[in-house]
């Protein structure tokens, strides 16, 4: 896709959408670190559900750590891998009290370390917590980047190294919301909205999901 409709793509869905932000509930960096660990392989409605619950009780590292993993259990159980999730809680809550006083680490390399925490997830919280210009590449953004012809790559890994390249600087702070969000409620994997997407005209797809009474 050439700069003029990447410029115009991310134009249209600002337009639409000027101040996105993630659909998950958390009011600090660290309720956003577990959340978006929750979050793996679940919706965003149903970690809201459970932390709605777990973060009036225990919000902190070391709240957590004095809840136990039992307690935790019984807190996100309606969480798919809830074990093992609850397990990469309470470990991440012991590396954070241990070796940075409690708080979430503003590094991907800190980040990346902790149970539960890899490249997508560091990147949400440095996006969203600390303001950071990274663009963690879900299924939702892998396929709106190959989909649209915005970032095309084979891996999540290229697709976020392609649109770090291709989306100019006065998007990329917020990049990654609109093409979740797009994926999510309009691009969606088994049935593209495609007469109602704002990009419609800029998209390589288009042709394999024309509405042929436009014909």
């Known amino acids: 896709m050439k700069r003029e409709k990447i410029v115009e793509l991310f134009s249209r869905l600002r337009e639409l959408n000027p101040q996105p932000t993630t659909e998950l509930d958390y009011s600090t960096p660290f309720e956003l670190l577990i959340a978006v660990v929750l979050s793996a392989q679940a919706t965003d ?16 590292p070391q709240a957590i750590l004095d809840l136990g993993e039992e307690k935790l259990k019984s807190f996100i159980s309606t969480i798919g891998l809830f074990n093992a999730k609850a397990k990469n809680v309470i470990a991440t809550c012991r590396i954070l009290v241990e070796q940075h006083g409690g708080e ?27 303001g950071e210009p ?51 409620y ?6 593209p909205d495609c007469p109602r997407c704002a990009i419609r ?3 390589a797809y288009r042709h394999k999901t024309i509405d042929k009474t436009e014909s």
């Open 45 to 60: 409605v149903g970690v809201n559900k459970a932390t709605k619950k777990l973060f009036p009780v225990a919000n902190t």
């Open 186 to 191: 309009v691009c969606k994997a088994r049935k």
């Open 201 to 203: 005209d800029l998209c």
């Open 104 to 130: 979430v680490p503003r590094s991907r390399e800190a980040l990346e370390a902790l149970p539960g925490v890899g490249r997508k997830t560091a990147n949400v919280v440095l996006n969203t917590a600390f």
């Open 134 to 184: 990274t663009i963690a590449v879900d299924t939702h953004i892998f396929r709106v980047a190959n989909r649209t012809g915005l970032a095309p790559g084979k891996t999540v890994r290229a697709v976020e190294d392609k649109l770090a390249k291709v989306v100019p600087a006065e998007f990329r702070q917020d990049a990654h919301h609109w093409l979740i969000l797009h994926g999510r």
